[in-house]
């Protein structure tokens, strides 16, 4: 089957005049719910349990009987990760059927509700927030990231995690092979414009549902960032941890996924400082006396 025909980049739309927010592109998840969940299920992908999962919990790093709020957590994965530690979880998704699947899977210390990511006014507050794989279904960034960033103590942290806005822009990436040269590289067609590309969830089938996967780059991402208050606190990229079967291609091939990574992770704070939840005050290792010094 041909591939889908590509988009034209647009040029970054002038600022909109304050009144009602325009209608959101149609980024719902619900109507593909039980296949994601057949490709997901209650731990995630291979990626997500090798790389996304440990590497974002590592960087987060939840505290004992902390709050943590879980943006656009579909059947809660990475929730579920975030209470293991500990932490009192609570994920939101706009997609009921999400919603549904979440709450069927064993999950202690966890809450799952029906919720716009930009709409948090009555929930919180939050030690902590994360929004694991989910930016690029997430139209309106800076005003789910203000929110976010509203319902967050002082000193709290939010976590983006997201496929790399460099090396993995649908329709506009892909891999290329240099015969000569004998090297894999990453082939790039579009950065700086801010694109919304539509995504057949199910490509060769005669009817397939549709969502909408928005691109931004570091420049954008970062503005919505900083104009909602918060502060950069860590930045990372993280590579495959795949490897390729013994072949005339396989070193090429292993080394072009050392050189591009596949996801980008953003730590943010709120500026302010933090209060531990008082039983991570509690086991927290005290800082010994200093011995007097001798006469």
């Given amino acids: 089957m041909p591939p889908p025909r590509r988009q034209r980049p647009h040029s970054k739309a002038p600022a909109r005049p304050p009144g009602p927010r325009r209608p959101a592109a149609d980024t719902s998840w619900d109507k593909s719910a039980a296949w994601y969940d057949r490709l997901i299920g209650e731990k995630g992908s291979d990626l997500y349990q090798q790389v996304v999962i440990p590497r974002s919990l590592a960087l987060l790093n939840p505290a004992k009987d902390e709050t943590h709020l879980d943006l656009g957590c579909g059947q809660g994965v990475f929730t579920r990760a975030v209470a293991a530690k500990g932490a009192r979880a ?3 998704d706009a997609a009921p ?10 999950g202690p210390r966890c809450r799952f509700l029906v919720r716009d990511a930009a709409a948090l006014h009555d929930l919180g507050p939050f030690d902590s927030a994360s929004a694991i ?5 997430i139209e309106h960034l800076p005003e789910t990231a203000a929110a976010t960033a509203a319902i967050l103590r002082p000193g709290g942290r939010f976590l983006w995690t997201l496929n790399h806005p460099c090396f993995r822009i ?3 990436t892909a891999w290329g092979f240099d ?3 004998k090297i894999q590289y990453r082939r790039l067609d579009a950065y700086t414009s801010p694109l919304s590309i539509p995504i057949i969830m199910h490509p060769g089938q005669k009817e397939s549902e549709n969502t909408v996967s928005f691109h931004r780059s570091l420049e954008e991402l970062m503005k919505a960032g900083f104009d909602a208050g918060l ?10 941890h795949k490897q390729s079967q013994p072949g005339p291609r396989a070193r ?7 050189e591009f990574p596949l996801f980008l992770a953003l730590l943010w ?8 939840p008082a039983s991570a005050a509690s086991t927290a290792p005290q800082k010994a006396s200093p011995a007097p010094r001798p006469k």
């Fill in 179 to 181: 015969e000569e040269r």
């Fill in 231 to 240: 502060r950069l606190r860590g930045f990372e990229e993280w590579h495959s």
């Fill in 252 to 258: 090429a091939e292993n080394r072009a996924r050392n």
């Fill in 97 to 106: 059927t999400l919603i549904d699947k979440a709450r069927t899977y064993p």
């Fill in 170 to 172: 649908p329709r506009q």
């Fill in 269 to 276: 704070e709120k500026p302010g400082p933090f209060t531990p």
């Fill in 133 to 137: 794989l989910c930016l690029q279904n």
């Fill in 90 to 92: 609570t994920g939101i």
